[in-house]
């Protein structure tokens, strides 16, 4: 409970800040592109470099429960689409709020709770979920704010190829396969320009949430509840269920469950901010969604822990 509170509030803290140099006119909406533009094109793919290119070989074992997570998770975008659309959302916005309803907080809330949770075991598995996370959903969730632009599904999907995420990660992973490692001093560029990703994204969602009328910061609106509800409570279920058809065990089953639970990642709100697709709700349901999981991460860490 405790170390969740802590990871959260550091997250808010950094969206405070954000939000607090635009209020005192230190930052603007072209320095929030600034921002933002560092991390799509820099920050964030190095980060997927770095990490990808340590991970654990794959073992065969994994391969029906990762398939089930994906599975899992692919079917909660969808829901969460179709939720977004019998309330009227827009037909671009939804498949935003797609987007945000599967893309996982994995990487930077999930792994480190996690492994305060469960042990070191953790970091043979988490990975791999962070890997699926950021190398398939997000891929899939690129194609589709791509196709939502406007673009044809062969220029979606060629618009999605050059993505620098997709790139930092098949790049990451392709290291990881051949065994190749990056010399130290390049290894530690790479892995200080990834570490300031982060922060600089919260500090760029902060301010996008301070130019926001504060009334809408909090009115409910239903695409972004159905993005909420579906990443934090429906992802989570799937994923639970899917696992125990397949009988996985019990470590797999907790960190699974335990990282699909994790709320929207601020890269969601960078990728549709980058297409001018639904990126003030983006904003608001990547902020949301942390703040409630202060709660939701807090009872599912007791469930799962003493279970």
Not at 167 to 196: Q, T, Y
Not at 293 to 306: C, E, G, P, V
Request: proline share 5%; charged share 10%; aromatic share 10%.
């Amino acid at each position: 409970m405790i170390d969740t509170l802590i990871r959260v509030l550091v997250f808010f803290a950094f969206i405070g800040l954000g939000a607090l140099l635009v209020k005192l006119k230190r930052l603007n909406a072209q320095g929030l592109d600034g921002l933002s533009a560092y991390f799509y094109w820099l920050a964030f793919p190095c980060w997927l470099v770095v990490s990808f290119a340590k991970l654990p070989h794959f073992p065969d074992a994994m391969t029906a429960p990762l398939l089930a997570y994906l599975a899992a998770m692919v079917l909660t975008a969808i829901i969460v689409i179709v939720m977004a659309r019998l309330f009227k959302g827009r037909k671009d916005d939804s498949i935003a709020a797609g987007m945000a309803g599967f893309i996982n907080n994995s990487a930077f809330l999930g792994i480190p709770i996690a492994l305060s949770l469960f042990g070191t075991a953790v970091s043979q598995t988490g990975p791999l979920v962070v890997a699926a996370d950021f190398l398939i959903l997000f891929s899939l969730g690129c194609a589709g704010l791509a196709k939502a632009s406007g673009k044809t599904i062969t220029a979606a999907l060629a618009h999605t190829a050059r993505n620098p995420t997709v790139i930092g990660s098949l790049i990451g992973v392709f290291c990881m396969l051949i065994g190749f490692h990056f010399p130290p001093a390049i290894e530690n560029a790479l892995d200080i320009l990834g570490k300031s990703g982060p922060p600089v994204a919260l500090v760029a969602l902060g301010g996008m949430l301070g130019l926001m009328p504060a009334a809408n910061l909090i009115r409910p609106d239903a695409t972004s509840i159905a993005a909420i509800a579906g990443k934090i409570l429906l992802a989570p279920a799937l994923v639970a269920i899917a696992l125990t058809l397949l009988h996985v065990d019990p470590l797999t089953f907790r960190v699974f469950v335990f990282l699909s639970a994790t709320p929207t990642a601020v890269s969601v709100f960078i990728q549709s901010k980058m297409y001018g697709l639904w990126f003030q709700g983006a904003a608001k349901s990547v902020a949301q969604s942390t703040l409630i999981s202060l709660f939701t991460l807090s009872a599912l860490a007791l469930i799962l822990a003493h279970g």
